[in-house]
């Protein structure tokens, strides 16, 4: 927790409801429920800040078991080719604090926060972290597509309460809208690029 954090519940005088949140749902690890979770997961959301304290936030997916927990103070996700841009790993190098987001959207509409410290690991250095044989399962899965790895040591976990977060639908299973929307598809979505023509 920060200064900021108890100052402001002082304040607004919600502090004994915050004691009960950190004594009741944060802990310092991923308990089997929390690694559960993690492990059906399709995508995440990492923030990250340089070391001025100037902010990023980025959307990691893939397929369900994408986040490999190597154990319950440690996961880790990989890294695939994107734009060479590179944002979150370049703050990543600055400062190493990094805070996860997982949203459950689909099925229980619960989220859970794991806020630690990130490293990056490139794909000859997983031996010093995980046995071969869940190398060679990790490369299968991704098929070799795994540049390299952020790898997360917890420092906090704690749910995401339900309240305000909306039930979608995975249209995927209900019907394949690539070919009606190509824009989705290109790297101009949101019209910048034309913008500067």
């Not at 972290?129 to 899965?141: N, R, S, W």
Request: one cysteine or more; a negative charge; charged letters at 25%.
């Amino acid at each position: 927790m920060s200064q900021g954090e108890r100052e402001l519940q002082e304040k607004f005088s919600t502090k004994r409801r915050a004691d009960a949140f950190y004594n009741n749902q944060m802990i310092d690890y991923l308990n089997e429920h929390m690694i559960q979770f993690i492990q059906r997961m399709q995508f995440l959301f990492i923030s990250t800040s340089d070391e001025s304290g100037h902010c990023d936030s980025s959307f990691k997916a893939g397929d369900p078991g994408f986040v490999y927990v190597v154990d319950e103070k440690t996961l880790m996700y990989p890294e695939y080719r994107g734009n060479g841009v590179m944002a979150s790993l370049g703050n990543i190098v600055e400062n190493p604090h990094a805070g996860l987001l997982f949203i459950d959207f689909l099925q229980d509409q619960v989220g859970l926060h794991v806020n630690g410290r990130a490293k990056i690991l490139e794909n000859d250095q997983l031996k010093n972290l995980i046995k071969q044989t869940e190398i060679d399962k990790l490369a299968q899965f991704h098929q070799k597509r795994a540049e390299r790895w952020v790898v997360i040591e917890v420092d906090e976990a704690y749910i995401h309460c339900s309240k305000h977060i909306p039930h979608l639908v995975d249209q995927k299973f209900l019907e394949d809208r690539s070919v009606d929307e190509p824009s989705k598809n290109t790297g101009d979505y949101f019209k910048v690029k034309s913008s500067h023509d």
